[in-house]
């Protein structure tokens, strides 16, 4: 197969992988113009078998979006809704908690909760459903607002990232998840979410969240109107922070659905581009140990298959997923762990059920 790879002008790249060498900028490049999909998940498979082997993780999780209101109101974004809107919702922290307590009698290990910017909920509506949460299901990992929230939080309760941080920390968030990162080009960023905190904030909330010991996530929304040396870039600075820090847990590319948003005119991406983006970010981001592929997004059928594209995580149960359904997603709103269980076998993985922080809680 090494023979076949260099006949297709990726010889160097692949040297540099078999070396353990890091790939640069024009090589990421390089694998996203390729037309050799095989090629460049030849690639990837080296890298995702030698960081994870032939395991394949899942997670029993949940997720709460508390409220879609929302001051950002970003035109990739089918959720969020301005406050007047009747489509604008927002639950009581007793709703909230109850979504948790809906479920204790199945083994969830994880809530993930994320939300609009609201304009009006004090700081102690968060903390209030930290600790809700916490009291309801205490042994529950909470992996609560993305690093754009957290930069709102900051704001509305007058404190710095680092004293808002501790406050959510105290009341009960173990980690956060990896939205809001969209593109971190300021051009994508005037283009379509001009409101939102920018890249450089964004990181700089996910370094001060890990310096702290919180881990974090990392995404990047494709299949827009950004080039794909903006995708190139965006790695590019994941991979630098996560050079500073280590606190990145996972990357998760996230598929652009258009319908319901002011994008809505743009088609949805293609099975090569999510392949494409799982094996790329799995050759140049060498310093993470997860990428993830998120079935919500792309599908089950596709998450299958990108576990031998540089994936090593499907994501997981879900239940109850809201963003991604109002912007059109086909895909149900959540899977069976026998669903999971069987989807990974079939790609000739190992199922691994982990925890947040991949520890395993089941090999199947
Ligand atoms: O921040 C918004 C994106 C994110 C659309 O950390 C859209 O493990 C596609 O971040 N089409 C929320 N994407 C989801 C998210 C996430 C999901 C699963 C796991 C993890 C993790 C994180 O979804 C938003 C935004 O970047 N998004 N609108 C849309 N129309």
Known sequence: MDDLIKKTGLGDILEKIRNRERINKSDALRLYQSHDLPAVGYLANIVRERLNGDKAYFIYNQHVNYSNKCINLCKFCAFGKD????????MTVSEAVQKVKDRLNEPV??????????????FSYYIDMLRGIKEARPEIHIQAFTCVEIAHLADISGMSVTETLEELMAAGMDSIPGGGAEVFSPRIRKLTCEKKLSGEGWIEVAKTAHRLGL???????????ETLEERVEHLAALRAAQDETNGFLAFIPLAFHPRNTEMADLSRSSGIDDLKNIAVAR???????????????IGPKMAQIALSFGADD????????IITHMAGAETEQAMSINELVRLIKEAGRIPVQRGTLYDEIKVY
């Open 83 to 90: 406050k007047s809107s009747a489509k604008a919702y927002e």
């Open 109 to 122: 290990s994880e809530v993930h909760i994320v939300g609009g910017l609201h304009p009006d909920l004090p």
């Open 215 to 225: 881990r974090s996530n990392a995404t990047m929304l494709y299949g827009h109107i």
């Open 283 to 297: 050759c140049f981001l060498d310093n993470f140990s997860h990428i993830k592929a998120y079935w919500i997004m």
């Open 314 to 321: 499907v994501d997981g149960t879900v239940k109850e997923e």
